[in-house]
């Protein structure tokens, strides 16, 4: 390879000014760099367009020396710094607010005052400390990513550990086995012989394209979600939350609803979450335990893994994608796994039906619209995003309350009994908590959520057999395994025949029974509750 076939090849790489300078550093490298590039087969070095979108990924993720390489590999499975860096870019979008005006700041401060002053006597918790955030979305980037990039690394270590084997024990040959140099800047140098091994170099790359598609959903979910609660659980250092605010004002100028009462509503849903896991010191650890748990379970396929990474270039992060998403490689639950995967529902589904029981009895008196937003919202958590979508093929979890209908019935049932102090005393300790029956008899015998403490004693409807989250879900499934494109909504319509709709006055629906009922009872009509012993575990 002679020098101008050298200098041309750093001009393709890094352009005309940088590769200028790196020709002109060239004289100063070691004479034995100069003789190693001198002695190479230019058909055989990397292609300039491969170089350009590794540097660009690595100089993103702060990896411009060696060192910081060596570094990255060592300080954990995901590059956080990248992928934070590539969530603010989506954040900040052309569309962004990039700080929240004065006016838009009073209205969902004075929203989240009066959510709490309501919940002071709806629930037996005291407001969470602090006041809560009103944030931009690239305040959320930035609250949530380390807890995103926490659940994650689980996943993320095993699906490096993964890629390493495959590459060194199965495609050694077809990635040109040792791997003699790599190009940290515009100067090329020598890389060190811990870095030598193709795995090490696929370690690092995976490490790269992990935090590069994670940062890509963090920064479309900054667009979708509206409090720092949307999953259900705490991802905020702020015990109090907070709501995005241009994505919940934008969400109340889409409705036909006064602005005021949408985020009095969300505010509702924020500050009931905030306390609840303010006053439950045990239920985040539980979260966390959970999560890891199905985490570390996680089994790759490396036939599957081998066969995404054919096609991959490696001196190119953003080719590894494939191989990193757990729709394409995983094993599908080990029984570790699916027990974990039960609690944790189980869990999530109990949090979401207090805090659904708690919004309605705190707002039943102030919001006229609150079953059709009830139910709006019901709809959202059980369909998700796109950008949802696509952290639940990053962590193989999907965070999704199922039979939420069911849990909210159970709570507001326990309240309509026993008060709202006794409801709530049994977050005291995990092995209080209520738990959902599995037959379906006595999931459909639960009070109604959106009832009063009279109706649900009292209440005389006839019970429904149909479990519309249930049926949701097996439409999404569906939907998902087809891959046909179609917006998850027209699947949820479609599931969701006799469901109260959201225009319609009063939360109330017509259905195929031949009446019309309340927009969230289900039909699950009766007096006597469902089965509230049991645990999590």
């Not at 193989?396 to 102090?421: F, H, T």
């Amino acid at each position: 390879m002679d020098e101008n076939a050298i200098h041309q090849w750093l001009i393709d790489c890094f352009g005309q000014i940088q590769g200028e300078m790196a020709w002109q550093q060239l004289s100063q490298l070691p004479q034995e760099v100069r003789d190693q590039l001198a002695t190479q087969d230019p058909s055989k070095l990397p292609k300039p367009d491969e170089v350009r979108a590794m540097m660009q990924a690595f100089t993103q993720g702060g990896l411009n020396s060696l060192a910081d390489m060596r570094q990255a590999v060592d300080r954990g499975p995901i590059n956080v710094k990248l992928a934070n860096t590539i969530a603010l870019e989506r954040a900040n979008g052309e569309d962004s607010w990039r700080t929240v005006n004065a006016q838009d700041a009073a209205s969902v401060r004075r929203a989240a005052s009066e959510a709490n002053l309501w919940l002071d006597s709806a629930c037996a918790f005291d407001p969470a400390p602090g006041e809560p955030d009103v944030l931009t979305r690239a305040d959320w980037v930035n609250g949530t990513l380390d807890s995103w990039a926490t659940f994650a690394a689980p996943v993320a270590s095993a699906m490096n550990d993964a890629l390493a084997s495959v590459v060194s024990e199965r495609l050694g040959d077809a990635f040109g086995g040792e791997i003699a140099g790599i190009y940290a800047g515009p100067v090329p140098l020598p890389i060190p012989d811990n870095l030598k091994d193709p795995g090490q170099i696929v370690k690092l790359l995976a490490n790269t394209s992990f935090a590069m598609q994670l940062g890509h959903a963090a920064g479309d979910l900054s667009h979708e979600v509206r409090g720092s609660f949307d999953q259900g659980v705490p991802l905020l250092g702020n015990p109090a939350g907070g709501l995005i605010a241009q994505n919940a004002i934008e969400y109340a100028r889409s409705l036909d609803i006064d602005q005021s009462e949408v985020l009095a509503f969300l505010a509702l849903q924020e500050e009931a979450h905030a306390r609840l896991f303010a006053a439950v010191p045990w239920l985040m650890p539980r979260f966390e335990a959970l999560i890891g748990k199905y985490a570390r379970g996680t089994s790759i396929d490396l036939d599957a893994m081998e066969e995404q990474l054919r096609d991959a270039q490696i001196m190119d992060p953003d080719s590894f994608s494939g191989a990193v998403n757990l729709t394409n490689v995983a094993i599908p639950d080990t029984p570790e796994q699916r027990e974990a995967l039960s609690s944790l529902e189980q869990l999530l589904t109990m949090v979401e039906g207090w805090v659904d029981c708690v919004t309605w009895k705190a707002g039943m008196a102030h919001l006229p619209h609150l079953d059709q937003l009830r139910e709006m919202m019901r709809r959202e958590r059980a369909v998700g995003g796109a950008a949802q979508r696509t952290f639940e093929s990053l962590l193989g979890l999907q965070l999704r309350p199922k039979r939420l209908r069911e849990a909210a019935d159970l709570w507001a049932g326990i309240d309509a009994r026993s008060g709202v102090e006794e409801r709530d005393a049994k977050w005291s300790h995990p092995d209080l908590l209520p738990h959902l029956a599995d037959d379906d008899a006595s999931r459909a015998a639960t009070p109604p959520a959106g009832a009063s403490a009279g109706q649900a004693a009292n209440s005389g409807q006839a019970t429904s057999s149909i479990d519309w989250d249930a049926e949701l879900t097996k439409l999404l499934d569906e939907d998902a395994r087809q891959h046909d494109g179609t917006d998850a909504g027209e699947a949820q319509d479609a599931g969701e025949a006799g469901q109260p709709d959201a225009d319609t006055p009063d939360g109330q629906t017509s259905g195929d029974d031949g009446g019309s009922r309340n927009g969230d009872d289900d039909g699950k009509g009766g007096d006597t509750p469902a089965a509230e012993s049991g645990d999590l575990r």
